[in-house]
């Protein structure tokens, strides 16, 4: 979800690793130990949840999350939480980074120390205000000011306890007053709009004399101020929630009567108190943030046109592609937008064709072909990831789930086994869920994509036109990947590839390691003799007696490698797409009956949308995808409620409220995805509710009335290949961008190549250069294409430079992001000057 700006689309997502978490307090008890998991928080807005790490005070969660940002933020928080079953979670630290500071820590493992949580500093939201300073003669020819202090509104306030009822105290202070006064309480809602004026008469001392209209006195201006705090009225004991506060001197108002400013809520101020930070340990991340600012398409055109020639670049070593896998740092940099840049546009196929042949044609033993972290090898491991995933969801996740559910014991080595254990009963364990996943991954072939076999084929026919004398190459080329870099890797970690939500235990952990061993070992055809496994080699010779199985895993690489299978056929197993437990409010089918809120469990498949009371119940309400005709965004005015959507159906619709933000979208894209081709879809909605006779947005009274909002639209039906192609683009200049000066050092190691024609020098042998002349003309282009992009990136920021105003609503006083931006800005200016 983009944030548009004046014709540029903002982008935001983050990628983080949960490492582990060190030396957290003892539980104040015999036991010592706790019971710990971890959130991820869009400031106060939680979006992700660890599993719970038992009886540990160093608790290793190796998870991974990634998400789209839909909103704005100030902090991206974790706390990490101890779990207790008779009374409220609690939070023993918390690590917040600013925004701002995200680039710091950019793809680095970093420790960062826990904070302790004090209920006066979790803050979020801003506020709107208006100060006017007027002088009034009395009767009597006193002068005296009065002060009118106008609230008129807040924007994205936490939710408390999942609610939210605010209301604002204004107060004036000075040397020897404070004067309070509260505006009305807004009832569920975290934007409240108050729009209340509060007059505060400001007095002046015996020895005024007046000097001129509205000349406010130096010494009342500096020792008066006003103070803005929020509240959440609570029913509990325990009072009212504090939700943030803004102080400022009267000062404010020495240039104009009047201020009018949006200010960031901040902490309560402790004024010069200080506490003793506490050692409550330390939480390893990953943090991976981005942000695609994205122009107009015709602004890409050179440059995406450059790409999509790859495949025809004789040497494909010399295409633009090609040499932004030379310039990045990792492959992987590389690989993830160009796939996603080749898919959008249907050429992934000949541009992987073209990249494995000149790997094949460079390799020269075929026992290591295709094994290094090649832009080859990446480039596929996007594609399967990508292209794949259904296939994983119909092929494995059933026995995954069992094996996870279960926690049969497993383990073979002697070593490792516990007491309780037998060492048979687990070898028989271990043989069994081997057997029964090759089993169904060998009998899966005619389930795996079209656009994975075209892929297969190429490398199948590369490699035994490059190896004639080795027949075993047809094999190993394909199985290389779609063992050992597509089924194991998914096996290993279920949860990277969507097959479940959170890192197994570390006995599940364990099975699951040892079935994805065997399964690469099965898959790559190796004899018992030289098997790389040692905890496996007696596991291996028993299994290879099972002959007619590798032969029927020639067989299935036989059918994912050939040319001839070109049926796009519809899988017609239901596909898990996403499930979770959300609210909803009731669709009235009886005409008479409640319409009220109930919490139940979701269930989308790519054939229908069903809701149960629990996850193991029968479903209460089906919903066949055919009969959704549009899935749009719910105004929060209508319930006064955070992250709804509705799902808009023929005769009714449903209204869901999703548990994030992050959530909610991501509910919304694949429900409209998977909706996408649906016939009868509207063009037309209405953004809010059906309540009391008349929709709350356009006032109409039939029920049945016209939409009065287009519908979003313009997703492709296809589920797993929705692509943006200017943001991947995009992606790929910032990528060039940063690598510019490998960019010219290629360019020298071209020239260098053209007139010497020698040996190459040390300095550039770590670029491939096939033909020095054609890769010159490409890096010239991409040199001129990258410098325009960027001469047009530069420009938009001088212009919003221009525009922006310091306590607009986009940049609220107390946004210290903008002063950096002010600071870039100004310095980059000065040298352009």
Not at 19 to 35: I, Q, S
Not at 144 to 161: D, M, S, T, W, Y
Not at 164 to 188: F, H, I, W
Not at 730 to 743: A, C, H, P, Q, V
Request: net charge positive; aromatic share 10%.
């Amino acid at each position: 979800m983009a944030v548009e700006e004046e014709g540029l689309r903002v982008f935001q997502s983050v990628k983080i690793k949960i490492g582990e978490a060190k030396n957290l307090p003892p539980y104040p008890g015999p036991n010592k130990m706790r019971d710990c998991y971890c959130t991820v928080n869009l400031d106060q807005e939680e979006v992700f949840r660890t599993k719970i790490v038992e009886k540990s005070l160093c608790p290793f969660y190796g998870e991974d999350f990634y998400c789209e940002i839909p909103r704005s933020f100030r902090h991206l928080s974790f706390y990490i939480f101890d779990k207790d079953v008779f009374r409220r979670d609690s939070i023993i630290g918390k690590v917040a980074v600013k925004k701002e500071d995200l680039q710091k820590y950019h793809g680095r493992d970093t420790w960062f120390q826990f904070q302790h949580v004090d209920a006066d500093s979790e803050v979020q939201g801003k506020v709107h205000l208006e100060l006017r300073l007027s002088e009034v003669i009395t009767d009597s020819g006193v002068v005296c000011h009065k002060l009118a202090v106008r609230v008129f509104e807040c924007q994205g306030l936490p939710i408390v306890n999942g609610q939210c009822d605010p209301y604002a105290t204004v107060t004036l202070l000075g040397p020897s007053r404070s004067e309070a006064k509260k505006t009305k309480v807004k009832r569920k809602t975290n934007n409240p709009q108050f729009d209340e004026v509060f007059y505060f008469e400001v007095t002046r001392p015996l020895s005024y004399t007046r000097r001129s209209h509205f000349d406010v006195e130096e010494e009342d201006v500096d020792k008066m101020a006003v103070r803005i705090d929020l509240w959440n009225a609570s029913n509990l004991k325990f009072g009212d929630e504090f939700l943030g506060e803004i102080k400022f001197p009267l000062k404010v108002l020495r240039q104009s009567s009047v201020h009018k400013a949006w200010y960031f809520l901040l902490p309560r101020d402790k004024g010069s108190k200080s506490t003793k930070p506490d050692d409550l340990g330390s939480l390893r991340l990953n943090i991976v943030y981005t942000e695609d600012h994205v122009f107009p398409a015709e602004y890409y055109h050179p440059l995406r046109d450059l790409l999509l020639k790859s495949a025809d670049v004789e040497p494909v070593s010399a295409s633009a592609a090609h040499v932004l896998g030379e310039v990045c740092r990792e492959k992987q940099e590389a690989a993830i937008p160009l796939v996603r840049l080749f898919l959008h546009y249907g050429k992934i196929g000949p541009f992987l064709s073209a990249i494995a042949n000149a790997e094949v044609n460079r390799t020269l033993d075929p026992n290591t072909i295709f094994r290094g972290n090649s832009l080859t090898s990446k480039c596929i491991d996007e594609t399967m990831k990508l292209a794949g995933m259904h296939y994983l969801q119909v092929t494995l996740k059933p026995i995954i789930d069992e094996i996870c559910g279960n926690h049969k014991p497993c383990e073979i080595d002697p070593v490792k086994l516990k007491d309780a254990e037998n060492l048979d009963n687990n070898r028989e364990n271990l043989r069994h869920y081997v057997d029964r996943i090759f089993t169904v991954i060998t009998n899966s072939g005619v389930s795996c994509p079209t656009v994975m076999c075209d892929i297969f084929f190429s490398l199948r026919e590369s490699a035994a036109k490059r190896f004639q004398v080795d027949h075993d190459v047809r094999y190993t080329a394909v199985s290389s990947f779609i063992f050992l870099r597509f089924f194991a890797p998914a096996i290993l970690s279920p949860n990277l590839f969507h097959l479940r939500p959170h890192h197994p235990d570390p006995q599940t952990s364990r099975t699951l390691t040892l079935i994805s061993k065997t399964i690469q070992t099965l898959g790559s055809l190796a004899k018992s003799k030289s098997v790389p496994f040692k905890e496996l080699n007696s596991y291996i010779v028993c299994l290879l007696s099972y002959f007619s199985q590798i032969c029927f895993s020639c067989k299935f690489l036989d059918l994912i490698s050939s040319s001839g299978r070109r049926d796009h056929k519809h899988i017609e197993t239901p596909i898990m797409l996403k499930e979770g437990f959300m609210i909803k409010r009731a669709q009235g089918r009886n005409r008479f009956g409640r319409k009220n809120f109930k919490k139940r469990w979701f269930h989308l498949t790519n054939h229908e949308f069903m809701y149960h009371k629990n996850k193991a119940d029968r479903p209460l309400c089906n919903i066949p995808i055919e009969n959704i005709l549009a899935v749009e965004k719910l105004e929060e005015s209508s319930f006064k409620m955070k992250n709804m959507f509705q799902v808009i159906q023929p005769e009714r619709t449903l209204y869901i409220q999703a548990n994030n933000c992050v959530e909610a979208k991501d509910w919304i894209d694949i429900l409209t995805k998977v909706s996408q081709r649906n016939k009868k879809r509207l063009s037309m909605y209405h953004p809010s509710a059906y309540l009391n006779g008349h929709w709350l947005c356009c006032k109409a009274s039939s029920d049945c009335a016209a939409g009065c909002s287009p519908c979003t639209g313009g997703l492709p039906a296809n589920i797993q290949l929705d692509v943006d192609g200017d943001r991947e683009t995009e992606r790929i200049y910032s990528l060039f961008s940063t690598y510019m000066s490998k960019l010219d050092k290629m360019q020298e190691a071209c020239g260098s190549k053209s007139v010497y024609d020698g040996p190459e020098q040390e300095e550039y042998s770590g670029f491939v250069i096939d033909d020095p002349q054609e890769t010159y003309k490409t890096l010239k282009l991409l040199a001129a294409t990258v410098h325009t992009l960027e001469q047009e990136h530069a420009q938009y920021k001088k212009d919003k430079f221009m525009k922006t105003k310091y306590g607009s609503q986009e940049h609220p006083i107390g946004d210290k992001s903008f002063h950096g931006y002010i600071r870039q800005q100004s310095e980059s200016s000065t040298y352009s000057i």
